[in-house]
């Protein structure tokens, strides 16, 4: 079993899909460093690359062309300014110019060097395959976008030396059962455990850095996305409606930044109408941040980003108005290790397992970590995981026009209720009567990917990606 860090499953990166996006503009970083580890890159002539199965199907709509040039170009989509993505697209489009990595230029035109065939690969739903022209002479790398951002080669050499990390960890964890036996065999909660595994990796000062920047990125991102207003790109229309939401909900209220802003929010209203509606707003404001290639957290996907923000956001400003940096690291921490679990039992990914990969995730790692931060035992934590995800099971993915957009961006809204529900329930629950544990639960979801048709994974063949056409929209 490989090593998966809680900064694996939450990494800061630039909408609408991690796995169509994020997965395939580190790919290309991956394959420019190839180059460079081989001394070829300066002997580059020409460039192209092929989109294989759900990276062809719904690549346009998921912006997977953008992401390519974005990496053979060189930008980071960590501190890429989002304003500047735009400006060099167009570059390369009007000029059909590259600057591979920011170094050389290169005649490169997105209509002929991006390729898309319909045909999958055997090793995994979405493959992308790079080729270079050296001296005459085609060399070619296949990468694969497994879901989350992550990308992985057939050979899985990186995984091979994270499976040695993973032997360093101080609590090894696969699975959820093994999880509670270091929790009650240590006398630790769950983000206890966690952290024990993550300082391992990395400093205390470190570990709080990155949680702050992972924090900040996600209060931001909900924070542009209650006030941006129009309609979302991509040719659907779809109207911002975290703007209208959040500007009924704020009434008065003065701020100046996403600090004070969410003080500002501790002072409205909370009857049970305005907490669903504020759960709402804040899931959709980052996931229409997300369809409009802004910056946003992979929790644990970019088409689930809204889920993790939007129930911590819930904790911070309707149940603990003291709660701190500390809430938020521990929140964090236990919703991390549920996505691990997910990923190393079942998958995170559309184009294997549907929305249930995702969303289904999602939920159940937001749930379980609302449930410790109320309060609740690793055993009760595992109990809301399990519930979240039980009912998200069979749950399809089939975007409009390949769009993050429809249904997409309520899902998450429907994620984040869910998940709160799922964290009170396992909260009056007594572990003694529990009928169905976690690890069965993610075993159901991979059984029930390996059935589910492939035209509801992430292919916008089927379901409502059929039903609805543009004209109806």
């Known amino acids: 079993m490989e090593c998966i860090s809680v900064f694996d499953m939450l990494k800061i990166g630039v909408g609408p899909s991690s796995s169509h996006t994020l997965g395939p503009w580190r790919a290309a970083e991956r394959w420019i460093n190839e180059l460079k580890g081989a001394n070829k890159f300066d002997e580059v002539e020409k460039i192209s690359v092929d989109l294989y199965g759900s990276l062809s199907l719904t690549g346009k709509g998921h912006a997977t062309d953008l992401a390519i040039i974005l990496g053979l170009s060189g930008a980071d989509p960590e501190v890429i300014p989002t304003e500047s993505i735009d400006i060099i697209i167009a ?5 059909n110019t590259l600057a591979f990595n920011n170094e050389k230029s290169i005649e490169f035109n997105p209509e002929t060097n991006i390729i898309y065939n319909r045909k999958f690969l055997p090793f995994h739903a979405n493959g992308m395959k790079f080729t270079a022209t050296i001296n005459g002479k085609k060399s070619s790398s296949k990468f694969y976008s497994i879901g989350g951002g992550f990308v992985v080669k057939e050979e899985r050499k990186n995984a091979k030396k994270n499976k040695e990390i993973f032997k360093t960890f101080p609590y090894p964890i696969a699975k959820g059962n093994e999880l509670l036996k270091y929790c009650n065999e240590l006398n630790k909660s769950i983000s206890q455990v966690v952290l024990e595994n993550e300082k391992s990796l990395r ?31 991509g040719g659907l229309n779809v109207r911002r409606r975290a703007f209208d939401m959040h500007h009924k909900l704020i009434g008065d209220y003065t701020y100046e930044n996403p600090k004070e802003w969410l003080k500002a929010i501790r002072n409205t209203e909370v009857k049970f109408r305005q907490i669903l509606k504020w759960v709402s707003c804040f899931a959709l404001s980052v996931n229409e941040v997300n369809a409009s290639l802004g910056r946003v957290v992979t929790a644990p996907t970019n088409g689930s980003a809204g889920v993790i923000p939007a129930v911590l956001m819930y904790y911070l400003v309707i149940e603990n108005h003291e709660a701190d940096f500390k809430d938020i690291k521990q929140f964090l921490l236990v ?12 998958t995170i990914s559309a184009a294997m397992g549907g929305c249930q990969a995702e969303i289904g995730v999602s939920a159940a790692m937001a749930a379980g970590a609302l449930c410790e931060v109320l309060g609740g035992s690793p055993d009760q934590v ?42 009170e329930l396992a909260l009056e629950t007594d572990p003694k009567n529990v009928k169905v544990p976690l690890d069965e639960v993610v075993n159901t979801m991979w059984e029930t990917a390996k059935d589910m048709h492939t035209k509801y994974k992430e292919t916008s063949e089927g379901g409502l990606a059929v039903r609805v056409s543009l004209s109806d929209c």
């Open 91 to 95: 570059s390369v489009k009007n000029t």
């Open 203 to 233: 400093s205390d000062d470190n570990i709080n850095y990155e949680m702050g920047r992972i924090w900040n990125t996600m209060l931001e991102c909900m924070y542009v996305g209650c006030h941006t207003e129009g309609n979302l790109p």
């Open 335 to 346: 919703a991390g290790e549920i996505g691990s679990i997910f990923k190393k039992g079942a």
């Open 382 to 423: 595992l109990i809301a995981a399990e519930i979240a995800m039980e009912h998200h099971l069979g749950l399809t993915c089939d975007p409009i026009a390949g769009l993050v957009q429809i249904p997409c961006i309520e899902r998450n809204s429907m994620g984040a209720i869910k998940a709160i529900n799922a964290a």
